[in-house]
């Protein structure tokens, strides 16, 4: 085992709440297994370059010269690890992914047209525009007959006829875990393209993947190019989401220029010393990515193992990519608000299923980024109280 790996396993529930992040602060008396953030701290040269901004006293609006490293390390990371080759320039600064994808329902949406949604989903895709008064269709994803969670083709391609819309692929999925194939993103290509449809692709979570191959949608061929706004971070992959950074990425020069022209006060929100730190994950953040994902692919397979072994009736896939995992528990209960239910009576803070759209009601999401022992009183617990209520 890594000398990272063990002290990972060594972790405490006690130092991850002093910690004070939200997962583990919110629900005070639960595991917190819910919000996407990691328990591993954070990558050295991180650590390094927030210190720097620190040491420079870089603290004050941020100069053009720190966007543009940013805009160069986003295209040189996504070239080295994805085969993607964007433009430096093409690529915009914001703080936020959920910012980027108000801008593109905004923004890249007429106002008239629906945002089509394949679920379940993460839930801000669904609150955010409801708050504005933009209409949501929501598209549930289905099981094929080996139990892989597939787009819902035609179900999306009928959302998307008549009005056309902005289609939301979240890739890697989130919760599902899916990485999609070429084949099946060549599928919803030709479904965006036959609609007219404009495409959001939520690419967060793509650097942390098993070996298989994330492919960003925008890179598969002409017209994905032409009709994708693409949005990334490194705020999941490194675990730096309270440093406020993320970009949008334009694969042509209209939208990239529609960007430039929103303005400063309509695109910001980046903080120096997030851009710091994101350049130093995308540049010299590799090492220690290598070990997280090779952790995370232990307890992904661990999750799977316990859950085939222990808790018989319950539908689980390892997620192909990510650490978020979603079990379907609907034949062991009746409940359908599962996360109040493991919050109260196995003092585990999961995301609900009742809260990712339309059929999610039955299962929930569980976060793995955790130490392993941690894990396992987490499933220890979970698998007590459904075990009761069978
Ligand atoms: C798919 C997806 N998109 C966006 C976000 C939010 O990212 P941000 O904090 O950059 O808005 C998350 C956070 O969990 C996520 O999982």
């Given at each position: ?11 405490t ?22 919000v996407a953030?990691?328990?591993?701290g954070?990558?050295?040269?991180v650590?390094?370059a ?12 941020m100069?053009?010269a720190?966007a543009?490293d940013?805009g ?8 080295r690890?994805?085969a993607w080759?964007?433009k ?7 703080g ?14 007429k ?13 801000p ?14 598209v549930?994803c ?6 892989v969670w597939r787009?819902d083709?035609?179900?999306i ?6 009005r ?5 692929l ?6 599902l875990?899916r990485?999609y194939?070429?084949a099946?993103?060549?599928?919803v ?6 609609t007219g ?6 690419e ?10 994330h ?14 706004i ?14 406020a ?12 220029e529609?960007?430039?022209?929103l ?32 952790y995370?692919d232990?307890?992904r ?7 085939e ?6 539908v689980?896939?390892?997620?192909e ?7 379907d ?5 009746n409940?359908?608000?599962?996360a ?12 609900g299923?009742e809260?990712?759209?339309l ?6 999401r569980?976060n793995?980024a ?9 499933l ?6 459904l075990?009761?209520?069978?």
């Open positions: 085992m890594s000398t990272l790996a063990a002290q990972w396993d060594a972790l529930i006690d130092e991850l709440r002093a910690r004070g992040s939200t997962k583990w602060t919110m629900f005070p008396d639960a595991i917190g297994a819910w953030e990691m328990d591993f954070i990558a050295p040269p650590a390094d927030i210190r720097a901004t620190a040491d420079r006293l870089e603290t004050g609006y100069p053009k720190l543009r940013l160069e390390a986003s295209a040189a990371f996504l070239k690890s994805f080759e964007v430096a320039d093409h690529v915009g600064l914001l936020d992914v959920l910012r980027a994808y108000e801008l593109a329902f905004t923004y890249w949406r106002p008239d047209q629906p945002i089509v949604l394949p679920t379940p989903a993460y839930p895709f669904m609150s955010l525009p409801a708050r504005q008064g933009v209409e949501v269709i929501q549930p289905q099981r094929d007959e080996n139990g787009l083709e035609a179900g391609e009928a959302a998307l006829a008549e056309g819309g902005l289609l939301v979240c890739s890697p999925h989130n919760p875990g990485l194939s070429r099946e993103l060549e599928r290509a030709a479904i965006a393209t036959r449809a404009r495409v959001f692709a939520d967060i979570h793509a650097p942390l993947n098993f070996g298989g191959q492919i960003p949608y925008a890179s598969l061929n002409a017209q994905t190019a032409a009709h994708t693409t949005a990334i971070s490194a705020s999941k992959a490194w675990n730096i989401p309270g440093l950074c993320a970009q949008m990425v334009f694969s042509n020069d209209a939208d990239a529609t960007f430039v022209g303005g400063h006060h309509t695109t910001r929100g980046a903080s120096n010393v997030g851009v710091r730190a994101s350049i130093a994950a995308y540049n010299d953040g590799g090492d220690w990515l290598a070990e997280v994902t090779t995370l232990g307890n397979k661990h999750l799977a193992q316990r859950i072994r222990e808790l018989p009736g319950a689980h896939r390892a997620p990519a990510t650490y978020l995992a979603w079990i528990v609907s034949q062991l209960t409940r359908r608000d599962l109040p239910m493991l919050r109260e009576e196995a003092k585990v803070a999961v995301t299923g809260d990712c759209g059929e999610g009601a039955g299962s929930f569980l793995l955790t130490p392993r022992p941690i894990l396992d009183e987490a220890d617990r979970i698998f007590g109280v075990h009761k209520r069978r």
